[in-house]
């Protein structure tokens, strides 16, 4: 049997994509929505795809991990934003890697690294792809001879188990599933599952301060780090295991949310926890969005942490819950691994009730202690087998031109009304502008707070064949603008990689955006760590890289 391929231009598996009839379903619907008839391109062949020559040939002592394979290297020159997805659709892949490298201990990573800095070649970590913002893009500017991609998925094992703390040491390149499946037969679970949880890595989270499936309490991978061991330039830095400390700033903090701009994670001590037995869920219907708002909020300060708390808007329940009636759909649910948490429920569905919210189909209990446990019918089933294939449905819009995007952010809960009427009504004015007619936006909360949500909104609109990236260059800038005018974050999850540093030198303050610099300086001499990731290129960050590889 041949082995299974990932996409080369688009998400997940080769043989997961939307079939033909699954197609031509979603082009009839989309042509009808937008009133305008849609095309189809067929999915790109990498046999007619033009990449430049690699630049650099590795040393004989890392040759053994190196791929100049055409398939590797295409792989690995975008990740999975629309722009990145179109621009592979394209076959418009300017900046390939030179080279893609497999290691497959620590010893290689550090040896990578050495060659890599000495030789002014530009380095990019790479987990499973997954970034939406730019951030494994190997367009680094002119300053390198190269680029190698260091993709760390053959570091993939978890290595120690400390059941009497519940913690583990983990290889930064092990994938989502593959993890659970480690975890398994021990009865632990990281209890980590973002969107891309088939596609991302340990890794990945960590230096893109990933966020999670669960709503309240352990949201971002933040929360589940003990320690942290990083390879950087200059030298290997590894923090102690403590369940917390006070001894001055933290060393994880830096390295959380680094992207990739300060070196390579190769492994980490994550807090574990015992797989969840019960579990309850609910559709709880609200005939106004301010109703499921108010709701939300007063769940979310009632200290009950549900593990969903998901609220969609009537246009998000409508496309991926299947509620027709108009409704808001809030996505309850709760779990635990050792007792059922039927009283957390009731109790969050007195407070929905004193909101308007109804409860149509019932509240469903799981235990998962029986066997051939189903627990995907209704509505919230509905949402959640959409929620995993969404990315799929995206790769097929691009097939025919239509812009389908998110952007997410994070916002008090006082501010949370002007953003939300501001992005409601930004969009599509900006959309009327950029697409015409037929475009529309629709939000959820994928998480929430005592003090604020995070919102997430979809974008959907008709483009024009040849100007797809253009039209979406001009929407994410209304959006980002809109977003920190009425005081969201530029991500809630997603992290900066390249397409966010506008807005994001913006957001953070002056002073430390010149401690980041000068902890890359530290870290990085050279500079060769992602360049332009975080700290800008022909920053100040930037210039003694730029003089030493110019």
């Known amino acids: 049997m041949p082995a299974r391929r990932r996409s080369w231009w688009g998400w997940g598996w080769e043989d997961s994509a939307l079939g033909a009839e699954q197609v031509e379903k979603l082009r009839s619907s989309l042509a009808a929505a937008f009133n305008r008839e849609l095309p189809l391109a067929d999915p790109p062949d990498l046999g007619r795809v033009d990449l430049r020559p690699p630049r650099v040939r590795p040393p004989d002592a890392l040759s053994p991990m190196m791929s100049s394979d055409t398939f590797d290297r295409a792989g690995h020159t975008y990740g999975k934003s629309y722009r990145d997805v179109v621009r592979g659709f394209s076959g418009n892949l300017p900046h390939p890697p030179d080279l893609v490298a497999f290691p497959t201990s620590e010893a290689d990573v550090i040896a990578l690294l050495d060659w890599c800095a ?17 951030g494994v893009e190997p367009d680094v500017g002119d300053g390198f001879g190269a680029v190698v991609s260091v993709d760390l998925t053959r570091l993939d094992r978890v290595l120690e188990i400390d059941e009497v703390s519940r913690a583990a040491r983990i290889q930064a390149g092990v994938l989502g599933p593959s993890l659970e499946d480690q975890l398994r037969p021990h009865g632990y679970t990281l209890r980590h599952f973002p969107q891309s949880f088939e596609f991302s890595t340990l890794g990945g989270w960590l230096a893109t301060r990933s966020g999670g499936h669960y709503a ?42 680094s992207e990739g701009a300060l070196g390579i994670i190769t492994e980490a001590w994550m807090r574990i926890q015992d797989r969840p037995v019960y579990k309850t869920s609910a559709g709880v219907h609200f005939g106004d969005y301010r109703d499921g ?53 009731s109790t969050a569905l007195e407070i929905c009730a004193e909101h308007h919210g109804a409860v149509p189909e019932g509240v469903k209990e799981v235990d998962r202690s029986e066997e051939d446990v189903r627990d995907d019918e209704g509505a919230v089933g509905e949402w959640r087998n959409a929620f995993i294939r969404a990315p799929y449905g995206r790769d097929a819009m691009v097939r025919m031109s239509v812009i389908a995007d998110t952007f997410e952010t994070a916002c008090t809960w006082d501010a949370f009304g002007d953003l939300h009427s501001g992005v409601m009504t930004g969009i599509p004015r900006a959309l ?99 360049p332009g990731v975080l700290v800008p290129l022909g920053s100040d960050a930037g210039e003694g890289a730029a003089s030493r590889l110019g």
């Open 118 to 134: 000495s030789a002014g070649i530009a380095v990019i970590p790479y987990g499973g792809g997954s970034s939406v913002v730019g």
């Open 216 to 257: 309240t309490v352990y949201t971002h991978i933040d929360d589940m780090v003990e320690s942290m061991r990083v390879v950087t330039p200059a030298g290997v830095s590894e923090s102690r295991r403590l369940p917390g400390s006070g001894a001055g700033p933290s060393p994880d903090r830096l390295l959380l949310g």
């Open 293 to 345: 708002v108010a709701a939300t909020r007063a769940i979310s300060q009632a200290a009950l942490f549900p593990t969903n708390c998901r609220l969609l808007d009537a246009g998000e329940a409508m496309t991926s819950a299947g509620v027709h009636d108009g409704s808001t759909l809030l996505v309850l649910g709760f779990e635990s691994a050792d007792h059922p948490r039927t009283e957390w429920m």
């Open 432 to 530: 009327a502008e950029i697409c015409g007619s037929g475009g529309w936006v629709t939000c959820r909360f994928t998480h929430v707070y005592p003090d604020g949500p995070a919102p997430y909104f979809t974008v959907v609109a008709p483009g024009r064949a040849g100007s797809e990236v253009a039209m979406w260059d001009e929407i994410k800038a209304a959006a980002a603008e809109i977003v920190l005018s009425n005081g969201g974050t530029i991500t809630h999850h997603h992290a900066v990689g390249r397409d966010h540093m506008p807005w994001y030198q913006r957001q953070r303050p002056d002073l430390y955006g010149r401690a980041l610099a000068g902890a890359k300086a530290a870290l990085d001499p050279a500079g060769v760590m992602n």
